[in-house]
């Protein structure tokens, strides 16, 4: 039985809670055990945070008058991140669907209705955004950027001043600091091996080369054949990172380089059982939905038939991997009495995509072929050339054998798309104390970026519901051939287009002190964008003159002819916030936002040659909180409401139809996170949010739309998840040992905005051991999903409505064991 939990937070209850916090502190100042949790929550209390700061300075974490959430380079690694955006996790009012892999995530924001990529999320490093646009088909931020040793904390927005600062992010930001070298030497080795035969090698360097300059490098090498068997690498890459800082009088210089080249296989909807509602309830028999991947030596290299005497070739291990290079300048100063702050980002290389999607449900072989004969029959040039169809047979592409007639087989699109990238961002700033109690900002945000796509979407494979499946050949006895070594569709969409993007925003903002608790703030950006596309345009053939050659009939080739589209837009939007101190380390705030959302380069492809232009997204958000930090109870809490307007979507069908939606949202909800510490060496932290968003405004562009669907959940975002981490340090004679896990409750979501796709809430077990033996040495044993949870994130977005019996969906990765040893010098 499903049990849905409804939770809201109320601030006058966060409110009690923490003054009791604050008076219990006060009654333990004497005892002992008292002063030393004391010391453990010192490191919170004057924690710094950057992100946000419209000023350019840093700001106590507990000051800060919006919602954010830091994580020291320890605490990212107990939180077992599977990836970049499974580290969102710890952010309140954020869920990652990681099921996919190392990247292509769906990343959701409390209130956002994105439904799928990561509209509302920017990835940072060092404060610059890694990619203006926030996702652009098949490429979010996340899937950009690697974890690893260099990096020194991490800091990450919801909603906030982020709107009118950078690239005037409304959602989520996470925003990575790299170490600069300036805490000290460092070396470190790490070797880490785990499930899947992952072999893992990382390292850091850094320090002090010459008064006043710091040096770092740094980086990783990995080879993994990961949780779902796929007979080769599922990860298999490197990155390098390095820093140089040189320090001012009165500021400092960070220049930074980042090369990554890393391969990471990408994973789609698998067959699952359901009952007679549609609802997902386990195995599809002799598929592991926790092991079992479609990929395989047979399904791994491809070629496709692009058009006549062209072709494509597809190595499915390159996955959607990267080949991306990083360099960048954070500079600080003070001149004139002005606080100066510079961040200059460039980003250049190639990012691909090589995958299986998914579309219907597995039919018997017997089954297919019936259908096979319906459909060619209909066909009036294969009649003619070879009269009507009455049987089939059906062959192992390998050539071992006739496949029988009951076995269970599916078709899983070959889907190749490669985009070359570019982006320069720059946002300088000017602050200054120009009269008593007044800190004014004003700066600017200027970015140029571009993608050059190619994509051939559709190559139908028709394969064994198994894993690591084999191919199948299918012919009827009027010589019509259906299944061409495992081919038995066209490409339906292909694309050769080239865009570019300008951004110029402008952005002034005002910090008033009115006293010593009360400080009040404002800010506005302006911002103009500027997208060019060259479209070359396509049109349907047959790839070869055989009209009995059913497989490669009606496809999509591009013609040689382009079009040219342009679109300018303007926005501007706000932020005003007032933060009130109850006591030092306890403070209340409120902040309006109203943000905005810039159409991309796939909103300005989707309305080439018809009147429709993109529109540009109004974000409009509310916000009460209020944070507190003690001795034994740290507490941040915040209650919202969240409306959207003017967001357009699109979804491609099985059949290659492509549906788009126009529509808006509402949304009311809290978000919590915190810590207590009842003993020394004791923690239990806690993070989580309630949300109740319903669609509004809704229109379908297609007929097949109607407006039924206001009012339902907003796709993919349980109304409800938490997350419990206890841990435990044991102090020894010979260092340490710490114990930790985590506890995550992820409550039901609908895959689909008409929700009819249901999934099903699930709970997971993580947890880990480290051991410090001395300052030299650290031992490391971590798991995920230990308890083997079968949980879904996605279902079938190729499809209206639902199916019983069998459905399509992703379920999360089943357990990972990994371990690893450190040595520093």
Known sequence: MQRHYKFVLSNITIAILALSNQAHAQDQSANPAALSKSADSQAEVQQIVVTGSAQGRGIRKIDAPYS????????????????????????????????????????????????????????????APIYPAPTLSFMDNSSLFRLDDTIDHMEALVSGPNTVLSNGQPGATMNFVLKTGE???????????????????????????SEGWYATIGGFYRTDEGVRNSQFPTDDGYQLTGTLTHKLDEGKITIYGRTV???????????????????????????????????????????????????????????????????????????????????????????????????????????????????????????????????????????????????????????????????????????????????????????????????????????????????????????????????????????????????????????WKINPALTLDAGLRSERQTI??????????????????????????????????????????????????????????????????????????????????????????YEVGIKSVGPVLSLYGSVFHKVFTGIQDSQILSSGQTIWYNYGSVTNGALF?????????????????????????????????????????????????????????????????KLYSTYSYIGQRYSDIQNQQVLPAYHTLDGGIVAEVGDKLEFRVSGTNLTNTFGLTEGDNRILGTTSGVVMARPIFGRAIEASVAYRF
């Open 68 to 127: 954010i959430t830091t994580a020291s380079e320890e605490q990212i690694k107990e939180a077992n991140p599977l990836s970049t955006a499974d580290l969102f996790k710890i952010v309140p009012g954020v869920y990652a669907e990681t099921s996919g892999g190392q990247t292509g995530p769906n990343i959701e924001v409390a209130g956002f209705p994105g439904g799928g990529d990561a509209p509302y999320v920017t990835i940072q490093l060092n404060g």
């Open 183 to 209: 805490n000290g030497d460092e070396g470190l080795f790490r070797a880490t091996v785990g499930t899947g035969n992952e072999r893992r090698y990382d390292g850091f360097l850094g320090g002090k080369i």
């Open 261 to 511: 080249n890393d391969k990471n296989l990408f994973f789609t909807a698998i067959p699952v059982t359901a009952n007679s509602a549609g609802v997902p309830t386990g195995a599809f028999p002799g598929f592991n939905p926790l092991t079992g991947s479609l990929y395989g030596n047979e399904t791994r290299f491809f070629t496709l038939q692009t058009g006549p005497g062209q072709s494509q070739n597809i190595d499915m291990s390159n996955g959607r991997g990267i080949n991306l290079h990083t360099f960048g300048v954070d500079f600080t100063q003070k001149i004139s009495g002005w606080d100066v702050s510079n961040k200059l980002n460039f980003v250049s290389g190639d990012v691909q995509t090589n995958a299986f999607f998914t579309g219907g449900v597995p039919q018997t072989m017997n089954s297919y072929i019936a259908n096979a004969i319906t459909n060619a029959n209909k066909n009036t040039a294969a009649v003619a050339a070879g009269g009507l169809a009455t049987t089939g047979s059906a062959t192992y592409s390998d050539g071992s054998g006739t496949v029988a007639g009951n076995q269970q087989v599916l078709d899983a699109g070959a889907w190749y798309v490669d985009k070359q990238i570019r982006s320069t961002t720059d946002e300088l700033k000017f602050s200054k104390e120009l009269i008593k109690d007044h800190t004014f900002t004003f700066g600017t945000f200027l970015a140029n970026y571009s993608s050059h796509d190619i994509w051939y979407l559709g190559n139908s494979t028709l394969m064994t519901a198994t894993t690591n499946p084999k191919t199948i050949n299918v012919a009827l006895n009027n010589g019509a051939i259906i299944s061409n070594k495992g081919n038995d569709g066209p490409t339906f969409y292909s694309v050769n287009d080239s865009y570019t993007g300008q951004k110029t925003a402008f952005f002034v903002a005002d910090q």
């Open 532 to 621: 060019n596309a060259t479209l070359e345009n396509i049109s349907s053939q047959n790839i070869d003159t055989n009209p009995l050659h059913l497989y490669n009939q009606n496809t999509s080739v591009l013609n040689g002819t382009y079009q040219s589209v342009q679109q300018n837009d303007n926005a501007t939007s706000f932020t005003v916030g007032a933060g009130y101190k109850l006591d030092k380390d306890l403070n209340i705030y409120a902040r309006i936002n109203s943000g905005h959302l810039m159409p991309q380069f796939d909103d300005i492809r989707g309305d080439a040659g018809s009147s429709v232009t993109a529109p540009v997204q109004g974000i409009h958000t």
């Open 673 to 737: 996170e915190g810590a207590w510490r009842p003993l020394t060496n004791l923690q239990l932290a806690f993070s989580g949010d309630y949300e109740d968003g319903k669609y509004s405004g809704f229109q379908g562009i297609d007929s097949s739309i109607g407006h039924s669907d206001n009012g339902n959940q907003l796709q993919r975002q349980p109304k409800f998840q938490a997350r419990l981490t206890p841990s435990y340090r044991v102090p020894m004679d010979w260092g340490s040992i």
